[in-house]
């Protein structure tokens, strides 16, 4: 029996020099954290000398997944994100999850107060999808894409948030890395730039961007923050941390991006008493 060959999938094939036409231009956008934007950047030729210079932002188009244990700051960090791109006059696509969408844009309202913003203003410019509430949603991806596709033609969405993907695969963590690919893949045919919730067990590696699923999400999406914290405990940790005994330190790292250059040191982070998150300096300065 004559074995058969496999056959070239033609359109999977590209030239670079074809494929660069089509590649969307690299640019930053501005994500309402303080000290968080020009820790992404870009290289370029000054006097025959290469240097970076600071992308303004996330790289446009990623698809960035932010984790951490409980209470590190991660649904604050993509509220304010959300807030900011309303604040533009883009419109974001928020899917909530976790918790009812009457309690989410409770949350918005509050931290567009705190960064100066009037919410009337800008409300209608952020869409929630409610997964919370309705488990088709949650339990069938292929009906949540869906309603999110219709979303993204009808109100022209730039954005998309999910807090939190972990809630999609809840109880089925064998399935994490078949659920984010097809989130991951649904985020490039759209062209969105995408931030993912995902949450960490409580005992794994606090400054890695190992979650629920293992690495599923960090090794699919295009770039991963991690959130971290730790309570003082020691003389060394308050030498260290240059803080007493007792306070909570909070950490903020890049855990890798390959659509740009990114700065790769832990900073400390802040969440504020009016509830925003605030990048710092590197740990040790």
Avoid at 83 to 110: C, D, H, M, N, Y
Wanted: proline letters at 3%.
């Amino acid at each position: 029996m004559e074995e058969r060959k496999p056959e070239a999938v033609e359109e999977s094939i590209w030239i670079a020099g074809e494929a660069i036409k089509k590649a969307p231009k690299l640019y930053g956008i501005p994500t309402g954290v303080e000290g968080l934007d020009d820790l992404f950047y870009t290289s370029e030729s000054q006097d025959g000398k290469v240097v970076r210079k600071s992308l303004g932002g996330l790289p446009a188009y990623a698809v960035v997944n932010i984790t951490g244990v409980s209470d590190t700051g991660k649904s604050l960090m993509v509220e304010q994100y959300t807030v900011k791109q309303a604040s533009r006059g883009e419109a974001v696509a928020f899917i909530t999850v976790e918790s009812p969408a009457v309690f989410v844009v409770s949350g918005l309202r509050e931290r567009a107060k705190a960064m100066g913003l009037d919410f009337e203003s800008i409300e209608n410019n952020i869409i929630l999808i409610d997964a919370a509430s309705h488990g088709r949603l949650r339990e069938n991806i292929p009906d949540l894409l869906a309603t999110l596709a219709h979303v993204i033609k009808t109100y022209k969405v730039k954005h998309t948030i999910i807090d939190s993907v972990t809630g999609l695969y809840e109880a089925k963590e064998m399935q994490a890395r078949v659920v984010v690919r097809q989130l991951f893949n649904f985020m490039k045919k759209w062209y969105q730039t995408a931030l993912f919730v995902s949450q960490k067990r409580s005992g794994h590696e606090e400054l890695t961007a190992e979650a629920a699923g293992g690495y599923a999400i960090s090794h699919i999406v295009d770039c991963s923050i991690v959130l971290s914290k730790d309570i003082i405990l020691t003389g060394g940790q308050a030498k260290l941390y240059k803080k007493p005994i007792g306070e909570i330190v909070r950490l903020f790292r890049i855990d890798g991006c390959r659509l740009c250059g990114h700065d790769t040191k832990t900073h400390f982070m802040e969440i504020t008493e009016l509830g925003l998150v605030k990048i710092g300096p590197p740990l040790g300065k």
